[in-house]
């Protein structure tokens, strides 16, 4: 994020269980609770765009992948930073 907060955005799978999440990574090296990132049909392989990439830090992750279906999608993830 512009303000240095590192995320990390994944797919999660089991048996009753299909849905990616966001965990923040602290200054101290732990991790925020997970939050449940509610997508009509969640992204199981994706790419983001990345400051690595040349993108600028953003509250916004922009993510292209497939689906279980292996259709491709886009979804564009607000983060709501809290004050």
Known sequence: TPDNRLFV???VHGEKIKE???VEINADH???APVSIALQ???SSFYTATVR???QPSNTI???GR???LE????RIRIMLEK
């Open 9 to 11: 955005l994944y797919y």
């Open 62 to 64: 922009d993510v292209f």
């Open 20 to 22: 990616n999440r966001l």
């Open 72 to 75: 491709m999608r886009y979804a």
């Open 30 to 32: 732990s991790i925020s």
């Open 41 to 43: 049909r969640p992204l």
């Open 53 to 55: 990439g040349g993108c």
């Open 67 to 69: 689906d279980e279906t």
